[in-house]
């Protein structure tokens, strides 16, 4: 094409640069819901051409000081944001390949899973993949245990010392029990769901982590991924899922 014929390699890396911009500003606006926000900016800066065509001296002057001072005080609002985001999108870009899980693994957390279903046993399971998960979770007790049905239901059994909070699995490996999640402030969460639906659902927003949560008052076997909660599974639809997510079996 002769368009190209007009463009040279710095031309070229400047498109890319701008679209990675682009890209990294639209992926930050939907991975912390902030498009309300952009809405009002545009609109300010609408009433800012408007005051500037008007030749409103007075109006175009407080304009100028807001953007000054309004940039750096979305920096610091939208701090947590920014980390996330950040974190999120190179995660996104890293090479490394994810720890793997075996098959038999995650058959055992299934079978776990359903033994705590059936019994309403409520239980918050975190597989770790590619991110790691320590700088966000707080108040873990390690173990560094062989993952088994047996010790997944011991660690949840209501009278347990550490059935409070999340297990951590990292590789094939019980890494971590007892551990705080940080809780999504979503407010598409239905009211039926409590701490432990946050727990599991703040941990996929925050990493590419799975976490799979068993209600103790229903025994609903619910799985959050990246920031979405699939629900109401079975054995065989958790399996299904979970094969899917990490990767097995491909």
């Known amino acids: ?40 900016l545009m609109l300010i800066a609408l009433v800012w051409v408007v005051a500037l065509f008007l030749d409103l001296k007075a109006v175009s002057t407080i304009f100028e000081k807001f953007w000054t001072v309004g940039l750096f005080s979305l920096v610091v609002i939208f701090q947590p944001e920014i980390r996330k985001a950040l974190s999120r999108l190179g995660q996104a870009t890293k090479l490394s390949p994810s720890t793997s899980l075996e ?8 079978r776990a899973c359903s033994f705590m279903s059936e019994r309403q046993i409520g239980a918050l399971i975190v597989i770790e993949r590619r991110q790691d998960l320590e700088p966000i979770l707080e108040g873990c007790v390690s173990l560094d ?19 409070d909070g999340a297990v951590i699995i990292r590789g094939n490996r019980i890494a971590y029990a007892s551990c705080v999640l940080p809780l999504s402030k979503s407010k598409d969460i239905p009211r039926r769901y409590g701490t432990r639906h946050r727990a599991g659902l703040g941990i996929s927003e925050e990493s590419d982590a799975v976490a799979i949560i068993v209600s103790e008052e229903t025994g609903e076997i619910s799985v959050a991924v990246g920031g979405k909660l699939h629900r109401n599974l079975d054995p065989e639809g958790l399996k299904s899922l979970l094969f899917k997510e990490l990767g097995i079996g491909k």
């Open 1 to 40: 094409m002769e368009i190209f014929e007009f463009l040279s390699y710095k031309d070229i890396l400047d498109i890319l640069g701008v679209s990675a911009i682009v890209y990294a500003v639209l992926y930050f606006l939907r991975i912390t819901k902030a498009i309300q926000i952009l809405k009002g």
């Open 103 to 110: 098959e038999r693994v995650v058959e055992r957390i299934v």
């Open 145 to 163: 245990a062989v993952v088994s049905v047996e010790l997944l239901i011991t660690l949840f059994d209501p009278l347990a010392p550490l059935h």
